[in-house]
Nanobody
Framework: QVQLVESGGGLVQAGGSLRLSCAVS????????MAWFRQAPGKEREFVAS??SYADSVKVRFTISKDNAKNTVYLQMNSLKPEDTGVYYC?????????????WGQGTQVTVSS
């Protein structure tokens, strides 16, 4: 059974930091394309970061990393802004899948207060 479980969200003041985690099970982690997306209230889900790129709005402030031994991908978020508020999702894509991302986590809420 494939599972992506995010954690690490919460309430933080503007300028603060959070580190999100996404633990993956049921898949060969080292072969996966991993990414983070987010969805703000009333808005569509948007790309945040992958191993190859970052959204312009988070460049320099956010860093994606992974630990193959723990089957976990991280999103370190620094200098948080109120506009970073939203539900953050991790996504996994299999190596030869026709889809970019095949599996999604349930999301973790990030709220940045001004």
């Amino acid at each position: 059974q494939v599972q992506l479980v995010e954690s690490g969200g919460g309430l933080v003041q503007a300028g603060g930091s959070l580190r999100l985690s996404c633990a993956v099970s049921g898949l060969t982690f080292s072969n996966l394309r991993m990414a983070w997306f987010r969805q703000a209230p009333g808005k569509e889900r948007e790309f945040v970061a992958s191993y190859r790129s970052y959204a312009d709005s988070v460049k320099v402030r956010f860093t994606i990393s992974k630990d193959n031994a723990k089957n976990t991908v991280y999103l370190q978020m620094n200098s948080l802004k109120p506009e970073d508020t939203g539900v953050y999702y991790c996504a996994a894509g299999r190596l030869f899948s026709p889809q970019e991302y095949d599996y999604w986590g349930q999301g973790t809420q990030v709220t940045v207060s001004s």
